[in-house]
């Protein structure tokens, strides 16, 4: 320890950490508030772990979070993480408070830290982790994240010297971190797939549409959505990277997945069948290959691993299938992927939007903008014969289901959330598929357990 103002906020941080946990309190933020209340700067004198990695970036970064960590314990490693998704300063200072002994000697093998974008710029100076790995940088939250290339030169500017960056090449964002140390850059991608465009965006939202260089219009070899692609410009030398390491094959019959690099291929389980989730367990196998794993131990790791609940679940309410999925709310993309999932999923269905956010609700004014930037029109689809919008903002996203062309009859209003089962057609569909933010994940539950309770009757 570098001081004994960093023990006492150890000290003091583990004792909040054994007390909450035995009231029966998850105790992933407040311990890091003791720390940081004894000691201001206890991310940077408290001493870290051998192998330090932090994940960042607008979606995946929970997911990809946990399958590292996962994996590094089934490889033998002891490894402290913020599990939970507690990943501004508070989280990050109780998950290094867990990674040491009382003696403040690392007591883990290695950390790994959910890093909220916003977050780096506190975060990323202190910690100083061996590997930074950035998900996607995306449209997100207006009033928080303002445009992609802010949070883009927030980090760029507060990633420290020496940080190995592991990035996606396909993302015409956040494959331009790091432009200072090119040697520590690597990059993750997937090979051209069958259903990829050349031609303009599918979605509202496209970010990058021109050279951030010289600003002439962008040419895409292909475009998977948003801007998410490989992409070169007709005029000067800007280009999407080449990824260090591809995902060449997606065998869905064998469940698995073909990553080449250095010439050789291996394979590994598919964890997921969706794309963001491919993107993501790609991620994971970079970055652990980066951080000294094999192949072997990799693919052993993964072999049992599943998406948390939390993310996307499914049970069946008679013959009907019961599906909640997390669509991040005030994120236009990340409800774009979840919506253009929902409609290529099979059979007739009943999409309920759960979706306004509830901290907003309670102590200030959600900014619904965020659903003009967001496809509505995905769920403009024969399948999807009802739509049901809860919440107090139910009927803003009926305007905007009109406006993308639902026609007036698929669409219930219902200003409480809980009532909303009561709206569900679960006779005329073959799914029900149940939309949630983050901060209303608590109701979607009780919506879906209202839902089985009536099916068993």
């Given amino acids: 320890m570098k001081s004994i103002r960093c023990w006492l906020a150890l000290l003091g941080s583990k ?27 206890y991310l940077a004198q408290v001493p870290k772990p051998a192998l330090t990695i932090c994940v960042t970036g607008t979606n995946g970064k929970t997911t990809v979070t946990n399958m590292i960590a996962d994996v590094l314990m089934h490889a033998g490693y002891r490894v402290s993480t913020n599990r939970i998704g507690s990943n501004i300063v508070p989280g990050v ?16 093998d290695a950390c790994v830290l959910e890093v909220d974008e916003r977050a780096c710029r506190l975060v990323l100076p202190q910690v100083k982790p061996n590997f930074l790995v ?52 690597t990059y993750f991608g997937v090979d051209e797939l069958p259903d990829d465009s050349s031609g303009p965006s599918k979605n509202i939202v496209a970010d990058y549409s021109y050279c951030p260089v010289c600003l002439t219009k962008l040419t895409y070899r292909y475009l998977r959505h948003h801007h998410i692609g490989q992409a070169y410009c007709p005029k000067c030398d800007f280009k999407s990277p ?14 698995t997945i073909a990553v080449a690099q250095d010439g050789a291929s291996d394979t590994y389980p598919l964890v997921s069948d969706t794309l963001f989730n491919i993107y993501n367990e790609l991620a994971a196998i970079t970055a652990l290959h980066q951080a000294g794993l094999t192949s072997d131990q ?20 008679g013959e009907t299938r019961l599906v909640k999925a997390m669509s991040k709310g005030q994120s236009s993309v990340s409800c774009s992927q979840t919506m253009d999932f929902v409609r290529h999923q099979p059979g007739r269905k009943s999409v309920v939007l759960i979706m306004d956010d509830w901290y907003d609700r309670k102590h200030s004014v959600e900014f619904i903008g ?58 005329n569909t073959e799914a029900v598929f149940l939309l949630y933010d983050t ?19």
């Fill in 15 to 41: 004792l909040a950490y054994r007390a909450l946990r035995l009231l029966g309190r998850n105790a992933s933020h407040t311990p890091g508030r003791v720390a940081l209340a004894v000691c201001p700067d």
């Fill in 93 to 108: 200072a109780a998950a290094l408070t867990n990674a040491l002994g009382v003696s403040g000697r690392p007591s883990s």
């Fill in 134 to 185: 950035v998900t996607n940088l995306f449209r997100d939250s207006l009033k928080r994240n303002a445009y992609p290339d802010f949070i883009l030169e927030l980090i760029d500017k507060n990633t420290p010297p020496g940080t190995k960056l592991v990035l996606n090449a396909d993302d015409l964002c956040s494959s331009q971190l790091g432009s200072a140390e090119p040697a520590n850059r």
């Fill in 242 to 255: 080449q990824a260090d390491f591809r995902l060449t094959t997606v065998d869905r019959d064998a469940r």
């Fill in 298 to 317: 990799i693919a052993d790791g993964l072999a049992s691993w599943t998406v948390v609940d939390s993310r996307l679940n499914q049970v069946m309410l």
């Fill in 370 to 427: 965020w659903i003009y930037d967001a496809d509505f029109e995905f769920l403009n689809d024969p399948d999807v014969v009802q739509v049901v919008a809860t919440g107090p903002r139910c009927y803003d996203h009926q305007v905007r289901l009109l406006l993308a062309g639902v026609a007036p009859q698929r669409i219930v209003c219902c200003e409480d959330e809980l009532e909303a089962w009561r709206a569900v057609d679960t006779v």
């Fill in 439 to 457: 901060s209303t994940m608590h109701q979607a539950d009780k919506v879906a357990e209202l839902l089985i309770a009536e099916a068993k009757r």
